[in-house]
């Protein structure tokens, strides 16, 4: 007997299901590593197993339905892991995997058990894979699959949230000016200003956190190197346990330690990925170019509600600042939802309102300051 609650969330758990095959399919093509590529293919035929479960589910209520195909958010979401990289989306994944563990938990059908099992699984292998910038090291990633640790930054979402805070700041700024009814060029003046000050202070913000963290990597893995050269046997036993805590045996714990130990190079870079979780080759990343891409990001967003100023004065181009400024408002929430997975209305229009609210705000006190000083 049909029930219509029942299918429609059958077709929800389909449609999540189909997006993953997907994603994972796209990360396998992206994927340079062969041991990764192959880690993403098993992920995707998984999904594709607990798509047809649900699939099934439907067949046997008899419900009408179409075979979803992978939604608008997944087709992006592997448009950008094919252009940047698997390692951009894998946090964003990361966090879903997460999240469709926990939905399973409360559904009543036997597979669900199984299911939102495999879903912590897949959530464990992206949080390691994600924090290693060139992928699982050490054993087989079938032995990972009790170490969790937290995937590091997320560049999709600095991504939006970096052209947001430009876009907004910026916005707010020249409706403060306009309000103060600056003359001549004086919007234009100040909106230049607030777009050159938050870029920088963005920028040397970024510098500083990642040259900061470079600078801890490198004292932590000098540590590691006079730990190598003062008790090497200590540290072979460390990097054994560290293997044991994976779940390998014991015996083949010890024997694969003993076997990297022999290269003193090949035991400090072991150590370093395993023991503090740093790739000594990119230690986070350069500052130079995490400094230089957060001024362009707070740069491209402060530029939109700017630009109208060139070319207009006065109301219209308080209007035409507005309306751009709001349209790339609703985008940046659209944008967002890549990585929530809410609607892209629900999400776009509250992105709207909070952004118009706060330019509208500081309309009203540059008004109030321009009247005040105006006498």
């Not at 730990?227 to 560290?242: G, M, N, S, V, Y």
């Amino acid at each position: 007997m049909t029930n219509p609650t029942e299918n429609s969330r059958y077709l929800v758990n389909l449609q999540k299901e189909t997006d993953g095959a997907f994603l994972y399919l796209a990360l396998a093509e992206s994927e340079k590593q062969p041991k990764m590529a192959e880690l993403y293919r098993r992920l995707s035929a998984s999904e594709v197993k607990h798509a047809k479960a649900w699939e099934k589910r439907l067949i046997d209520s008899k419900a009408k339905y179409s075979r979803p195909k992978p939604s608008g958010r997944a087709r992006i979401l592997a448009i950008l892991a094919k252009r940047f990289g698997p390692q951009f989306i894998l946090p964003t994944l990361t966090s879903n995997e997460q999240a469709d563990s926990r939905a399973y938990d409360n559904q009543p059908e036997a597979e669900s058990t199984a299911m939102s099992a495999d879903e912590k699984s897949h959530a464990l292998l992206l949080s390691a894979a994600s924090d290693r910038s060139t992928g699982l090291a050490g054993a087989d990633v079938a032995q990972m699959e009790g170490r969790h640790r937290l995937g590091g930054g997320n560049a999709l979402r600095a991504a939006v949230l970096g052209a947001n805070d430009g876009l907004v700041s910026v916005l707010s700024l020249t409706m403060g000016a306009a309000g103060a009814n600056l003359p001549g060029h004086g919007v234009l003046i100040t909106g230049i200003a607030g777009l050159l000050a938050g870029s920088s202070s963005m920028a040397l913000g970024e510098w500083l956190s990642v040259q900061s963290s470079r600078e801890l990597y490198q004292r932590q893995i000098s540590i590691e190197t006079q730990e190598i050269a003062d008790h090497p046997e200590e540290e072979q036993e460390e990097l054994a346990l560290i293997y044991e805590g994976k779940g390998l045996p014991i015996e083949r714990a010890r024997e694969l330690a003993a076997h990297i130990t022999k290269d003193k190079g090949n035991l400090l870079d072991t150590l370093a990925r395993e023991e503090l979780g740093i790739d000594p080759k990119e230690l986070g990343g350069s500052p130079w170019e995490a400094a230089v891409t957060s001024f362009f990001l707070f740069a491209s967003g402060a530029f939109i509600p700017l630009f109208p100023y060139i070319f207009l004065k006065g109301i219209p181009a308080v209007v035409t600042s507005l309306s751009v400024g709001a349209l790339a408002l609703f985008l940046t929430g659209a944008a967002i939802t890549l990585l929530t997975g809410k609607s892209v209305w629900v999400s776009g229009i509250r992105q709207v309102v909070i952004g118009i609210l706060a330019a509208v705000l500081v309309f009203g006190v540059g008004r109030l300051i321009g009247v005040s000083v105006g006498g």
